[in-house]
């Protein structure tokens, strides 16, 4: 099968499947496909069960031309984080860089500890040993929270500014820092010598190198913008920042993810406002938004046909089934904790971190790290378990969190927490 065919089969599911969706489903674009197509792949194991059908070996096929993990971390990542953060006001970032620091850093830090240390000792109560370091990779894979789904589902719901900023930053920049956490866990998995200078200098080269790189990217693509009017060179530009700087994050070994949200920070805000005409900006928002609506549509299919390569079993179910609360509890602890913490914050807007807790979906990169464990029994338990973490959170935490935004959403404008120039309810759920 050649990379063309396989992309002509992608693009045709995802937009069978994307039809179905909006004219029966109605659901979130990102949840009705992984909806459809994991209801589609469980129908398939089906009927290949009972040997009606012998489809399931095809879609397994065509899984390990595309490789999600590969796919994603090294390529539609980069993309997805640029689309992102071209639409977020760094005025916003601002008001709220603690929280969102607090909660990147700490919080994703907090998590993978507690995530790694718990299911250390549940798994092994269940007979599924895995090693400390294996849980602990574990927790480092499933800590970090995805924009992709909830973004939308809190614009329609109409939810606190405060509560839009904070998990659209915190999820932009905890990416980056979960893969940090991911490598320098691994490097101990796979035997290396790590110490706590080495993990230090791990995240300085790769949070603040991709920082510094992506701002540096941002910059010439500004100079370059301000330069020239004319919309699609410059449509062109950006995306040659994305691709072009993702590639050489990585070759020099700094955080690809980081630098692709930097360098979208800085074009999306000086860029936008100095740079572009007002037709550049119409061309420049609607090719990142089809952009960022096609990879989103293609990844969550992906996700959902994932399934027929998992080998299931009632083990390992019942062990995701006790997991998922175990992680829920895990982000309600890494969100309440640190900023707890800071007195300037102890005082929340109403639901805040009910609302973060819940808010906090996992999605493609917690099974895209999954995948890229190396095969043994460890990886097969991580990523069953993984999956079936994204599965709940997508599909029930992603369709409920609507109704739980619209039942907390009655804080006091700028009152989130702590932002100064407003009224703080003390409430904490």
Same mark, same amino acid.
């Given at each position: 099968m050649? !990379? #063309?065919e ?5 693009i045709s ?11 029966v ?6 949840i009705?496909l992984?909806?459809t197509?994991?209801v ?5 194991l089906?009927?290949?069960? $009972?040997?009606?059908?012998?489809v399931?070996?095809?879609v *397994? ?12 971390l ?12 071209l ?7 601002r %008001?709220?860089r ?10 994703? %830090?907090? *998590?993978?500890?507690i995530?790694?240390?718990?299911s250390?000792?549940?798994?092994g109560?269940m007979?599924?040993?895995l090693s ?5 990779l574990f927790g ?5 929270t ?19 900023v904070?998990i &659209?930053g915190?999820?932009?920049f905890?990416?980056?820092?979960g893969?940090?956490?991911?490598l ?5 998995a796979?035997? !290396?010598?790590?110490t706590?200078?080495?993990? $230090?200098?791990? #995240? ?8 510094l790189f ?6 010439v ?7 020239? !009017? ?7 530009i950006?995306l040659?920042?994305?691709l072009?700087g993702?590639? %050489? ?19 999306? /805000? ?6 572009? *005409?007002?037709? &550049? ?5 609607t090719?990142?938004?089809?952009? !960022?609506?096609i990879?989103?549509a ?18 390992l179910?019942?062990?995701s089934?006790?997991m998922?609360?175990?992680v829920l509890?895990?982000?309600?602890? *890494?969100?309440a904790?640190?900023?707890?913490a ?11 971190? &009910?609302? $973060? ?5 996992r ?15 460890e990886? /097969? ?10 599965v #709940?959170?997508?599909l ?8 739980l935004t619209?039942?907390f959403?009655?804080e ?13 309810d003390?409430?904490?759920r």
């Amino acid at each position: 099968m050649t !990379d #063309f065919e396989v992309a002509s089969i992608l693009i045709s599911l995802t937009a069978g499947l994307a039809y179905f969706n909006a004219r029966v489903l109605r659901l979130p674009s990102a949840i009705g496909l992984m909806a459809t197509a994991l209801v589609g792949s469980l129908i398939v194991l089906g009927l290949d069960a $009972l040997d009606v059908t012998d489809v399931a070996p095809r879609v *397994s096929a065509l899984l390990d031309h595309v490789n999600l993990s590969y796919a994603l971390l090294h390529g539609m990542l980069g993309l997805l984080l640029f689309a992102g953060a071209l639409h977020v006001d760094l005025g916003d970032l601002r %008001a709220y860089r603690l929280p969102i620091t607090v909660l990147a850093l700490g919080g994703t %830090a907090l *998590s993978t500890a507690i995530v790694g240390v718990v299911s250390y000792f549940v798994l092994g109560a269940m007979g599924l040993e895995l090693s400390l370091v294996h849980c602990l990779l574990f927790g480092a894979l499933i800590s970090p929270t995805d924009p992709i789904a909830v973004l939308g589902i809190l614009k329609a719901a109409k939810a606190p500014k405060s509560l839009e900023v904070t998990i &659209t930053g915190e999820s932009l920049f905890n990416d980056g820092v979960g893969v940090v956490f991911f490598l320098a866990i691994y490097g101990v998995a796979a035997g !290396d010598e790590v110490t706590a200078g080495s993990i $230090l200098r791990l #995240f300085v080269q790769e949070a603040i190198g991709g920082a510094l790189f992506g701002m540096a990217l941002g910059y010439v693509g500004y100079r370059l913008l301000k330069s020239i !009017d004319q919309y699609s060179v410059e449509i062109l530009i950006t995306l040659a920042i994305v691709l072009g700087g993702y590639v %050489a994050a990585e070759n020099l070994h700094v955080s690809a993810p980081i630098a692709a949200v930097a360098a979208g920070l800085l074009i999306g /805000n000086q860029g936008r406002a100095f740079a572009m *005409s007002d037709t &550049t900006r119409d061309h420049l928002d609607t090719f990142w938004e089809l952009i !960022d609506e096609i990879l989103n549509a293609v990844l969550f299919l992906l996700i959902g046909l994932e399934v027929v390569r998992l080998q299931l079993g009632l083990e390992l179910l019942v062990a995701s089934a006790v997991m998922i609360p175990l992680v829920l509890f895990a982000r309600w602890s *890494s969100v309440a904790i640190p900023l707890a913490a800071l007195p300037k914050f102890r005082g929340q807007a109403r639901g805040a971190v &009910t609302l $973060l807790t819940w808010g906090g979906l996992r999605g493609g990169i917690s099974v895209a790290l999954a995948l890229s464990l190396p095969s043994g029994p460890e990886r /097969n338990v991580i990523l069953v378990i993984t999956y079936s973490i994204v599965v #709940f959170s997508i599909l029930i935490q992603g369709t409920t969190l609507g109704r739980l935004t619209r039942r907390f959403a009655t804080e006091a404008p700028s009152s989130a927490l702590g932002v100064p120039g407003g009224g703080v309810d003390s409430t904490v759920r």
